[in-house]
Nanobody, 122 residues
């Protein structure tokens, strides 16, 4: 069983920055950030292959968001810059026991999820 605990969400003005953190209790092959806005489906934001650090991004955040990891502390990060109102959502980190490449957005690949942290951009 893997526990994921997110932190770092909050309210920020458009153009501002936030850094999300996700503390993980176990080993993974893929970690990812998803988000879900009210009335919308959960969507993939970014993912990282924990061995080697290969990253994937949704086009809507590429160039603004950066996913990274601290393998010693077992923490996943999402640095979010140039935030826009459309980035407002609940953000979740997710754990996958397999390598996810072209299928990194497939929610079914992920077996453990955090409780979420709210990001509001006005």
């Amino acid at each position: 069983h893997v526990q994921l605990v997110e932190s770092g969400g909050g309210s920020v003005q458009a153009g501002g920055s936030l850094r999300l953190s996700c503390a993980a209790s176990g080993h993974s092959l893929t970690m990812a950030w998803f988000r879900q806005a009210p009335g919308k489906e959960r969507e993939g934001v970014a993912s990282i292959l924990t061995s080697g650090g290969v990253t994937f991004y949704d086009p809507s955040v590429k160039g603004r968001f950066t996913i990274s990891q601290d393998n010693v502390k077992n923490i996943l990060y999402l640095q979010m810059n140039s935030l826009k109102p459309e980035d407002t959502a609940m953000y979740y980190c997710a754990h996958a026991p397999v390598y996810c490449r072209t299928d990194w957005r497939d929610i079914g690949q992920y077996d453990f999820w955090g409780q979420g942290t709210q990001v509001t951009v006005s």
